[in-house]
């Protein structure tokens, strides 16, 4: 289910925008915001916010992969800050 919710995400991202890939990211730009889909763990992310900028954008958002086991999440009490 994972994979085709990434490619289901990755379509989404690139309508209307400009898909550029760097070192562990894929960066997509287009009108006043952009999207980094799914960067590794050691991907540029200043470089590519850096790169958004450059095109224009005023806004830079992130995906990143949902864990594959929910053993290795954090609670949903300690992730929403009420305990």
């Known amino acids: 289910m994972l994979p085709e919710a990434a490619a289901n995400h990755l379509s989404w991202f690139g309508r209307g925008r400009e ?22 763990r ?5 470089g590519a916010v850096e790169c958004a900028l450059e095109a224009g954008v005023a806004e830079v958002g992130c995906t990143r992969p949902v864990q ?3 053993s ?7 992730r929403s800050g009420s305990g």
């Open 19 to 40: 898909r550029i890939e760097l070192d562990g990211v894929a960066v997509f730009v287009g009108g006043d915001a952009s999207a980094m889909a799914f960067p590794r």
């Open 42 to 46: 050691d991907a540029d992310l200043e």
């Open 68 to 70: 594959a086991s929910p």
């Open 72 to 78: 290795t999440a954090a609670p949903a009490s300690s």
